[in-house]
């Protein structure tokens, strides 16, 4: 790999919890000089944190840009062209981009067509019309996302079922590489636990621990979590649940429940690793997002060790049941309730799940996962030319 410039452009860099955005960039700068474009995020107070600003690290110039509203819905147009209103304030032409949302995959076809871009690959990463109902809004991100994979001359898709999606829509098997999210911490959120956070909320290890941690809404399986927190003491289990969400309020006021709010990623392993088992309850339906999702906490469970109870619909579904991480099963709280008290009762069956889990996660690291990403997008510096 060369010593080429290489241009990223993403709504989520200044997100706040891990995003394979920041693995692609911690993996990228190893081989190319870099030039992030990323959205300022919106802080929980709903305070801009930075925008406009220019920051010069090791191998990398890293550029925020301001915009106001929700990154997606409505408000896509206007992102998009903040994004193309600084690249061409800049001055400069790139011949190779990485595009990882239907903003910065919009902008970057105009970037091309343009002929300030050469090509780009597009980080297929969710199907991001299922995450809004039916109206205006999702047709615009439909429109956006279509744009996207249109103009990419090369697509990475997260999901075996996100992949044979884009082939039903119309996109050519040849372009799209199957690549899911990988198992580590990324720097940026690395650090020491030093929070004692632990004993505050009670983990003190006498419990079998079910965790949760993500989206706390109604598409993640919030209702049947909140159904079975209650339940779970009548196996010698609690539910311990960190997020944030439009059900974080019933969740903090349920006594059956350890809520621990929104938890810092660099918290997450040490947490993890006093549980036993971890939860993704996502939605069946082939319309939302949640049924092609490779979900990030997929991996931070089996990097822990924790075998997984899952539904028996979608990606998550496939995953769990082709490498034995654990049980997929129907989405309703009496099925997830017997999964996890077959698991606590049955320790050889718990032990060759566990097993698997820790396996799943040695062979999927970021490292290994972006290595052949990093190889594509050299294919496209070496099309590109000079």
Known sequence: MGKDELLIIT??????????????????????????????????????????????????????????????GFSIAQHAWEFIRTIRKLGRKFRVAVAGDPISGLAAAILTREGLLGSFLYEDIDYFPGFYPEGAGRRIVEYAEAVSLESATSIVCVSKLLAELRVEQGIQAERITILPNGAGVSKKYAAEDKSGIFTAAGLD?????????????ESSGGELLLDLGRKLPGIGARLVVGGKGPLAGRFSQDPDIIFLGWVESRLLPSILSRCKIGLIPFSGNPSTAQY???????????????????????????????????????????????????????????????????????????????????????????????
């Open 11 to 72: 709504v989520n860099y200044e997100i706040d919890r891990p995003h394979r955005i920041h693995h692609v960039v911690e993996f990228m700068a190893k081989h190319w000089n870099l030039t992030v474009l990323s959205r300022s995020y919106q802080s929980p107070d709903g305070v801009y944190q930075r925008g406009g600003i220019i920051e010069h690290q090791d191998k990398m110039e890293y550029i925020q840009v301001a915009c106001a509203g929700h990154p997606f």
């Open 205 to 217: 290890g006498r419990d079998n621990l079910i965790a949760y941690f993500g989206i706390l809404d």
């Open 292 to 386: 092609y999702a490779c979900p990030l906490k997929l991996y931070d469970y089996t990097s822990c060790g924790l075998p997984v109870v899952a539904g028996n619909e979608g990606e998550t579904a496939r995953i769990v049941t082709h490498h034995f991480l654990g049980i997929a099963t129907s989405l309703q709280t009496g099925s997830f309730l017997h999964a996890v008290n077959r698991l606590l009762q049955d320790p050889v069956l718990y032990r060759e799940h566990q097993n698997a889990a820790r396996e799943f996660s040695r062979k999927h690291s970021w490292e290994q996962v972006l290595s052949r990403e990093g190889d594509l997008v050299q294919e496209l510096f070496l099309r590109s030319g000079t």
